[in-house]
DNA sequence: ATGCCTTACGCCGCCCGTAACCATG
DNA sequence: CATGGTTACGGGCGGCGTAAGGCAT
């Protein structure tokens, strides 16, 4: 007999390891990882202990619980890896079985409210009512959540439809690493708002990266979140001041001319009448090059679904 | 006891049945299959048999094997899956153990040539050069193949870095789903080369679309390869007329003048004086927005390695 | 008849749970 | 001493190989 087992032990980062190891590194615990996954701690140990010993690498720190630098890195990659398996799940799925005559749709805050602060898309409420005129009866839910969260939730096929803002450089799209595809709908500049009063108000333009350390307004409501800010500016810093966790810009606004911090929002925000004499004014950014997106995420939609009628709906204008 | 497996079997896709379902998928066969894992017939057949069971799918055609619709889906999710687990792996590797005093380095036939085609670059042979004047006893070995290939072959730390080329929108990078970092090195227009005494000859600009039925010249070591052109302009057609192997962007020329076929080039190839005289115009491609590409591609580089500096010599024009 | 994939069946070993152990605050 | 990760050990079951069974060419 031939040994029964030939094949190399050379691939043995199973799924499972990597998912118990995303899970353990997220909560900062053996145990708690456990419950969340239905094993017991020992078998979370083992599962770890097999992946450290696989990789012959320390991946994470105990007492606390952390990742370690190589556990940082293989982090980066499970998450993504996890996510497409999921995806192709759910995407071979939906060939076979008919999908509920439901609708589920996301929308980050920005993206979804009707205040028209992009400027160049009017919402999904109106969207959504032209539909319900044509299909009364169907059932739609709509969900909220950050734009990674959505895009992530529309790959897994949790959602039909996602529409959702953030920063980006022109051109790019907002779910790069994400399996979906995702349309633009629209594509402003982005300007920072100051005091009138502020040194730097009457500037013609702005780098972000000088303004790292002023005191920031966190409206994740309202305007772009600051980890967005952070991440295209490439440095630390912004950190927020104040935070406003309404959604009303011309509270934010307010809140901005009275000193208490700045604020980035789509140049079209501001154009928007009525801002003069509020005491702030829009300063664009240069550096770097960034504009407000909005885009419909999305996967393969059935013909004739709900969803791509809804989908037509958003892109037509 | 409480029973010994709780967790559901809900995520059994796992990784060995996604490789052997490739593998099966490319070969076209079982047995092969079978063959080239190490494995037998009746163990890659139950692998199938229980990835179709798991997703309730047929995914193969049987006599002759072909994917089947699902079957293909997933093989769209499955390539990249099975990419960035082995780049997750050499990621990581690559953080503990000191790789060897050795580069290995790729180029697709364009992105390294010498002949200055796309007319930015000056190409790999000069800065090889100059490295061997600065580390005289590093071992460089140089490989080529497509740009997927060889960003693939990056990702999974075969190589330390690649040079590739490619038609691409604007900006695009041309390994946007590869798990890579990559620079843009240069970025120039593309034109379409036609006889002199082509009806279309003395237009100011075309659309690559309505050339889907022309006679083509594949030429993959001059010219970018059909297959790109053809997901470019998002049409079947392109069908070479005519195959030239070489790499002499004059023999292609004249291989147009002599009106086996058309090709496709960066403009800054035609510009290079001598072109006038050759019996060709080329006709810069309107539609849809194009441009010769070429750039550099690695992961993270250790400081101070060969590899860093030979990125840093490439990067310098 | 002959490839080639599938099914049947036995066995090895992986991986989990239980339980005891140990380290750290 | 308590909380929580590690180690030891036994058992069930998954998955492989062998071998026999279909099925189309």
Redesign the interface.
């Known amino acids: 007999m031939v040994s029964c087992h030939?094949?190399s032990d050379a691939?043995r980062?199973?799924?499972?390891l990597l998912?118990t190891f995303v899970t353990v590194a997220r909560l900062g615990s053996f145990s708690a990882a456990a419950v969340e996954?239905?094993?017991t701690q020992a078998a979370v140990s083992q599962q770890i202990a097999s992946l450290e010993g696989d990789?012959?690498?320390r991946?994470l720190n105990r007492r606390p619980v952390t990742a370690t630098?190589?556990g940082a890195?293989?982090l980066e990659?499970?998450e993504?890896?996890l996510l497409?398996?999921d995806?192709?799940?759910a995407?071979?799925?939906r060939?076979?079985t008919t999908p509920p005559a439901a609708l589920a749709v996301g929308a980050t805050a920005l993206a979804g409210g009707a205040q028209g602060l992009a400027g160049g898309h009017t919402g999904l409420a109106a969207a959504l009512a032209v539909l319900r005129e044509r299909m009364p009866r169907l059932a739609v839910t709509v969900q909220t959540g950050s734009g990674g969260e959505l895009a992530a939730a529309v790959a897994r096929g949790e959602l039909d439809l996602a529409l959702i803002d953030g920063l980006a450089a022109p051109?790019d799209s907002l779910a790069?690493q994400v399996?979906v595809t995702a349309t633009g709908l629209s594509e402003v500049p982005v300007a920072v708002v100051l005091p009138t009063d502020h040194p730097l108000a009457g500037r013609p333009s702005l780098r972000l990266t000088d303004l790292a350390d002023a005191r920031w307004i966190e409206a994740d409501n309202a305007a772009p979140p600051l980890a967005q800010v952070r991440r295209h500016a490439g440095t630390d810093g912004f950190a927020p001041a104040l935070r406003y966790a309404g959604g009303d810009v011309r509270t934010l606004l307010a809140l901005v001319a009275a000193g208490h911090g700045l604020a980035l929002l789509p140049a079209a925000a501001l154009a928007g009448g009525g801002v003069a004499g509020c005491g702030v004014v829009g300063v664009p950014v240069a550096q770097p090059r960034l504009c407000h997106r909005t885009e419909l995420v999305h996967t393969a939609l059935p013909r004739r679904s709900p969803a791509a009628a809804l989908a037509a709906l958003l892109m037509r204008r």
């Open positions: 030939p094949i691939y980062v199973e799924v499972q998912r996954l239905g094993y990789l012959k690498t991946l630098e190589a890195r293989l990659h499970a993504p890896i497409r398996l995806a192709a799940r995407d071979v799925t060939m076979t051109g790069e399996p």
